[in-house]
């Protein structure tokens, strides 16, 4: 009877200690397994970045080709609103005119000066000239008074000469002084007009390869950016992305960010066909959590897988993926 008694004692305690044991294995291997929600993209993909041009810090999207959209190259992908852009460039045309203008009539006038100063060298010349032979009539062939206004006229003759000469020099320094500056005010103009053109230039983009138009998300947000939003200068608009380098992004919880390492196997399924496995490995971590408002409050790391094995074909940039990382080391590391 005793014996009864403690064997049935012990099958409970060994059923118990084994559903225990069990229960533990399987909170470890819960612990152990980390999910992460990420996205499949082009590694090479063409990526199109709000530029900065003048005039605003900021400029509205007003047309995208259509997410999913297939294009080729030099397809219409982003045409952004151009604002006082297309003014801007009239004014730069009607200033490049007023400067042409402006030289134009200054080197006008400078001429005339010149003009003006080579005749009264001329003249000066002449009168010179002249005083020169009356001045070297002898002296006891004229009266007195006569000789000496002879001698004052061709005083007064060298000094016109001097002054001619001076104010012929003065009219080409100040040609040649104003005319690299009036250049100048053209360059400027004609540089500034170049400038608001490539600006305008940059208000359209055009696919460069062949693949599948992607909207970005605001890294503000974690909303997808569409037409009719504005965004500042360096925010990614879309991508255009084929199959050729595809890899896999993944966003990471704060909190679970420091049990994962480089070079982790990562196993990634498409949400649209989750029984196609596919293993990656963990090829870069980012050191910055990003809030993710659309989320949580929490901050999110951004992880890069490189697949370790051929992508089936269900595999399309910008699809969701789901991936699992299972390390025997995690306990070790959180430690």
Known sequence: MLKQIFEKRFRGCFYSVLALSLLIVGNMASANTILLTGEIEDGNAQSVKMPRLPGSWSRTIAWMAPEGFEVQ????????????????????????????????????????????AITSLIRAESSLENARLDSMVPKDTVPELTHDRNRLALANAIHSLERSIRSLEEAYAARDRDRPMAERDLVNAKNEKERIENALKHTNFFAEQPGLVIYRENPRTGLKIFPGESYGSGTTLLIVASREDLQFRFWVHEADIRKIAL?????????????????????????????????????????????????PEVYVPG?????????????????
Do not use: C
């Open 73 to 116: 190259p030099g397809d219409p992908i982003v045409r952004l609103d151009p604002g006082d852009l297309e003014s801007q460039l009239e004014q730069a045309e009607v200033n490049i005119e007023t400067e042409i203008t402006a030289a134009e009539s200054q080197e006008a006038a400078h001429e005339l000066r010149i003009f003006d």
């Open 263 to 311: 070079g982790d196997e990562v196993v990634v399924s498409p949400d649209a066909a989750g029984d196609v496995k596919v293993k990656a490995r963990v090829a870069w971590m980012s050191n910055q959590a990003a809030s993710r408002d659309d989320w949580s409050s929490a901050g999110y790391y951004e992880i890069l897988t490189e697949p370790l094995e051929p992508i």
């Open 319 to 335: 699809m969701s993926v789901l991936g699992v990382i299972k390390n025997e080391e995690v306990s070790d590391q959180v430690n």
